[in-house]
């Protein structure tokens, strides 16, 4: 795995598992590949593109910034804008409180403000770009440009999990389930919150699907307890505590579950 182009800073990304989260994409042949909950989509910026690719969020103006990163148009006008684009804190209020008027303002103003807010959250989100220790605009085409490429021909859309996770396909299809933890630390992380119910949805979902998938989540009973028809693999790693820098940001032992309705082949990494 080369090096991996970061389009957003987003809360829950999974860089830091990606080696360990390979082996688990590269034990399935697969001509189509989903993401229900494509968040910063660290796993498809990473992974190899296969014929079919499908990336879905219900949060809309994401998926209208990826939709606008994608258009080769668009990606020219955000890439020409950010040049002469500064970050500091009234320029970073004055986008906050912008209106916009069609999609192409609303992924301006939704990679701006992903860019300069603390931990690149956009729900209540606070000024949080650090001199020196940020990418700063006139370098946001670093990322721009090589995701935008990745995005061709990709599939974006804005739907309900269900609807991606149940749509057939002539193909062997893979599923890269992320969906928000069972019990979240911290205070909402996306616009779209997740209860109780929408967890047993998600295990009822994907007990029936024909589509094979690998799915993270937190180590916790209740999650133990709804996949116990399935292969529950515990992992351990270490992540970024401050991920609005993952070049310095200092390193904490995590442990999740990867779970499968799929073997995978013996392996060091845990
Ligand atoms: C943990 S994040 C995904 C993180 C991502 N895989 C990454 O690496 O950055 C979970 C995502 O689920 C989305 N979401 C919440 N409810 C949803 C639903 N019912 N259907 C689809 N997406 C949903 C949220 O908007 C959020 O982006």
């Known amino acids: 795995m080369g090096k991996v182009p970061i389009l957003f800073r987003y809360p829950g990304g999974k860089f830091y598992a990606l080696k360990l989260l390979s082996e688990f994409w590269n034990a399935v042949?697969?001509?189509e590949y989903r993401e229900p909950f494509v968040g910063g989509g660290s796993v498809f910026f990473a992974k190899q593109k296969v014929e079919t690719n499908w990336l879905n969020d219900l949060d809309e103006e994401l998926i209208t910034t990826y939709k606008n990163v994608k258009s080769p148009r668009s990606r020219k006008k955000l890439i020409a804008s950010?040049?002469?684009?500064?970050?500091?804190?009234?320029?970073?209020?004055?986008v906050f409180e912008s209106e916009t008027k069609d999609d192409y303002e609303v992924a301006k103003k939704y990679y701006y403000l992903n860019r300069t807010s603390f931990s690149g959250k956009l729900v209540s989100p606070a000024w949080g770009y650090r001199e020196k220790r940020s990418l700063p605009p006139e370098r946001w085409h670093e990322r721009l440009g090589p995701c935008g490429e990745k995005l061709k021909d990709v599939k974006l859309t804005s739907l309900d999990f269900e609807k991606v996770i149940k749509a057939k396909s002539d193909k062997e299809v893979l599923?890269?389930?992320d969906p928000p933890y069972f019990k979240p630390k911290k205070k909402k992380h996306y616009r779209h919150g997740f209860t109780s119910e929408d967890h047993i949805r998600l295990a009822s979902t994907l007990k029936l699907t024909k589509h094979k998938f690998f799915l993270t989540y937190e180590d916790c009973e209740e999650v133990r307890e709804l996949y116990k028809w399935a292969n529950i693999h515990e992992v351990k790693f270490f992540y970024r505590v401050d991920n609005s820098n993952i070049e310095n940001g200092s390193r904490k032992m995590g442990?999740?579950?990867?779970?499968?309705?799929?073997e995978i082949p013996k392996t060091t990494l845990f």
């Not at 950010?82 to 004055?94: H, I, S």
């Open 175 to 177: 599923l890269f389930v």
């Open 82 to 94: 950010f040049k002469n684009e500064v970050a500091n804190k009234e320029r970073w209020r004055e």
């Open 29 to 31: 042949p697969h001509g």
């Open 255 to 262: 442990f999740e579950l990867i779970i499968t309705n799929y």
